[in-house]
């Protein structure tokens, strides 16, 4: 696990030995949590300071694959991602302050998986392949009660936008936008393509892109002309100023 300062063009090692992989912020940035391997059947989800002070701290021990998606802006879950004996992946959360046990959020014998939590706490949207073809599926959360399927073709890796009120998915080749109304019950509009020929370097967990919290830019991961290889992390400036011209929101 590295961070990279972008004011000072700086990258930082935080990890030394074994696998480590999605890394999560803390709400306050002063952590991250993440997938640690040492040995085999000793997955954990590790935490670090991400300053680099301090020791990586074991805290959870996992008995399977699994990856973190994200954690709820109140700091009170770890969103997982869990491979299942069908490999297949089904999606549970992991409470910070009492981690226990892993509770079950979706354990189907379909696939879930790359889940994305509203930064209001209200909403996990997520992937599946319950209709044949992968689809981005909404649920309350943490009840799991309500479904409402947000993509008509096809979907993949969801991510919200900082004011929980647009959901962004990949499809075909673009990125989709879709604008969601919560002021009574959950209603969403439909997909409108906001970016086309958008192609993220495909990675093992599937986050390949992201929303920055302030809502400015996305990040996303490219492959180099004729090299997979990544090298670079590109920026998307203006991103959200554009998005606001081509579907007419003044919000």
């Given at each position: 696990i590295?961070?990279?300062?972008?004011?000072?063009n700086?990258?930082?090692?935080?990890?030394?030995?074994?696998?480590?992989r999605?890394?999560?912020?803390?709400?306050?940035?002063?952590?991250?949590?993440?997938?640690?391997y040492?040995?085999?059947?000793?997955?954990?989800?590790?935490?670090?300071?991400?300053?680099?002070?301090?020791?990586?701290?074991?805290?959870?021990?996992?008995?399977?694959?699994?990856?973190?998606?994200?954690?709820?802006?109140?700091?009170?879950?770890?969103?997982?991602?869990?491979?299942?004996?069908?490999?297949?992946?089904d999606?549970?959360?992991?409470?910070?302050?009492?981690?226990?046990?892993?509770?079950?959020?979706?354990?189907?014998?379909?696939?879930?998986?790359?889940?994305?939590?509203s930064?209001?706490?209200?909403w996990?949207?997520?992937?599946?392949?319950?209709?044949?073809?992968?689809?981005?599926?909404?649920?309350?959360?943490?009840?799991?009660?309500?479904?409402?399927?947000?993509?008509?073709?096809e979907?993949?890796?969801?991510?919200?936008a900082?004011?929980?009120?647009?959901?962004?998915?990949?499809?075909?080749?673009?990125?989709?936008?879709v604008?969601?109304?919560?002021?009574?019950?959950?209603?969403?509009g439909?997909?409108?393509t906001?970016?086309?020929?958008?192609?993220?370097?495909?990675?093992?967990?599937?986050?390949?892109?992201?929303?920055?919290?302030?809502?400015?830019?996305?990040?996303?991961?490219?492959?180099?002309?004729?090299?997979?290889?990544?090298?670079?992390?590109?920026?998307?400036?203006?991103?959200?100023?554009?998005?606001?011209?081509?579907?007419?929101?003044?919000?």
């Amino acid at each position: 696990i590295w961070v990279y300062d972008i004011a000072r063009n700086n990258l930082s090692r935080l990890t030394f030995g074994g696998v480590n992989r999605t890394p999560v912020w803390s709400p306050d940035g002063k952590r991250l949590a993440y997938f640690s391997y040492k040995t085999r059947g000793e997955e954990s989800v590790a935490m670090i300071r991400s300053d680099g002070s301090g020791e990586e701290e074991i805290f959870f021990r996992v008995k399977h694959r699994f990856y973190i998606d994200g954690w709820t802006r109140d700091g009170r879950y770890l969103i997982l991602d869990l491979s299942t004996p069908r490999n297949s992946s089904d999606i549970g959360y992991l409470p910070v302050d009492n981690p226990k046990e892993i509770i079950n959020f979706l354990d189907t014998r379909n696939d879930e998986f790359v889940s994305s939590v509203s930064p209001n706490g209200r909403w996990i949207a997520y992937g599946s392949n319950e209709t044949g073809v992968y689809q981005i599926f909404v649920r309350n959360f943490p009840e799991g009660s309500g479904k409402w399927q947000i993509s008509n073709a096809e979907g993949y890796e969801a991510r919200w936008a900082p004011d929980s009120r647009r959901l962004y998915f990949l499809s075909g080749g673009g990125l989709m936008v879709v604008e969601i109304d919560t002021a009574g019950t959950f209603s969403a509009g439909p997909p409108k393509t906001v970016l086309s020929g958008i192609n993220p370097l495909p990675v093992e967990s599937g986050h390949s892109y992201d929303v920055t919290p302030d809502g400015r830019s996305i990040v996303t991961t490219i492959s180099s002309t004729g090299d997979e290889s990544l090298d670079d992390i590109q920026l998307v400036l203006n991103f959200f100023s554009d998005l606001k011209q081509k579907t007419g929101n003044t919000n």
